[in-house]
């Protein structure tokens, strides 16, 4: 079956340092990838996705490129904030169901 | 306007009894579904719907029955609390059942079983 691993955190960055979470995944087929944000005491939102092999997502930031060769989908933003401290999930869609991976605490210090 | 809906945000229940929880969605969405977050926030899928029709049934206990009225409605009723249930349930929501349609989460509802 599908299956999505996520380094494991927690992640601690002081603020304006690089960020990279990395994900891989397994999947039968061509799924959707996504980057979910879960912010303290909130439900997830989506941060980026990408729909097909060597496609970036993109938002606030952070980047994701879909790399089918290395069955990967790592997250990197340049410089964190300490407004960026939250849980990340990578996802991948296989419809109907979307699997996510156990998520990586970030916390940013000021 | 909330987009995706939960109530209760809080459920504190003893063991043995049976409680519903409810979500509805504004966004004119086909396909909704529930999920169950651990204390270690692993999310696992539960169920979905798609136009009133199930199409997601993971193995959980048949003590776990989702109803969906209509389709912006999506209602999780469980019997027979256990400890093992506690944790924060979330529903979500989705244009469609789609691969590469985006999922939009309601803030959660933490239920705890004493």
């Known amino acids: 079956g599908n299956s999505v691993t996520q380094m494991e955190g927690p992640v601690t960055l002081s603020e304006e340092a690089f960020l990279t979470i990395n994900c891989t995944y397994t999947a039968t087929g061509y799924p959707s990838l996504f980057w979910y944000v879960q912010y303290p005491g909130e439900g997830l939102q989506l941060l980026l996705k990408a729909t097909k092999a060597d496609d970036k997502g993109s938002n606030k930031g952070f980047e994701a490129t879909y790399r089918k060769e290395t069955t990967s989908f790592h997250l990197e933003k340049g410089s964190v904030q300490v407004s960026d401290s939250a849980v990340y999930f990578c996802?991948?869609?296989?419809?109907?169901?979307?699997?996510f991976g156990t998520g990586t605490k970030l916390q940013v210090i000021p | 306007d909330t987009a995706v809906s939960q109530t209760p945000k809080y459920l504190v229940t003893q063991m043995g009894n049976d409680k519903s929880i409810k979500c509805e969605q504004n966004l004119g969405h086909d396909t909704m579904y529930w999920y169950k977050q651990d204390s270690k926030k692993f999310l696992k899928i539960m169920f979905s719907y798609n136009n009133k029709e199930l199409i997601i049934n993971e193995t959980v206990p048949n003590r776990f029955s989702p109803k969906s009225p209509d389709k912006a409605h999506l209602n999780l009723h469980i019997n027979s609390l256990e400890l093992g249930d506690s944790a924060v349930y979330f529903c979500a929501s989705s244009q469609s059942p789609g691969l590469a349609d985006t999922q939009y989460f309601g803030p959660g509802t933490r239920l705890t079983v004493l």
């Open positions: 996802a991948l869609s296989d419809q109907p169901k979307v699997t």
